[in-house]
């Protein structure tokens, strides 16, 4: 699987600067800049600033700690091919709800029972 930052491939690169190659099951995947997400709003769009380009399906799948924050989102599937990673959230809360960069509110996750092999590449 080969990961590319898009749009402000600056932040995007920042925050990946420590995330190695692994063979895992799971990749935690890095919220590269801070987003407001607006009360009472369904499918509100955040991307993730990377584009998955790969041979297998993945899930991308929430944290299991995200603590008070109140956002919800189906699993996505990450099928065969070139995707940008750009996720609906639902804030169906009376307030606007902040997410930050840096943290880790979804993770990819291997369908076929084998490590996720990937190469970020800083272009």
Do not use: C
Request: charged fraction near 20%; aromatic fraction near 12%.
């Amino acid at each position: 699987m080969l990961v590319k930052p898009v749009g402000e491939k600056e932040l995007v690169n920042y925050q990946w600067r420590y995330k190695y190659m692994s063979d895992d099951l799971v990749v935690d995947i890095p919220l590269p800049w801070d987003i407001e997400i607006p009360s009472n709003i369904r499918n509100f769009k955040v991307d993730f600033g990377i584009s998955i380009e790969t041979d297998e399906n993945y899930l991308i799948v929430p944290k299991e700690n995200l603590g008070s924050l109140r956002i919800s989102y189906s699993p996505h599937l990450i099928s065969p091919g070139i995707s940008r990673l750009i996720l609906s959230l639902d804030n169906l809360t009376i307030y606007p709800t902040k997410i930050y960069a840096g943290q880790h509110y979804i993770s990819m996750v291997s369908l076929n029972n084998k490590g996720i092999v990937w190469k970020y590449s800083i272009e």
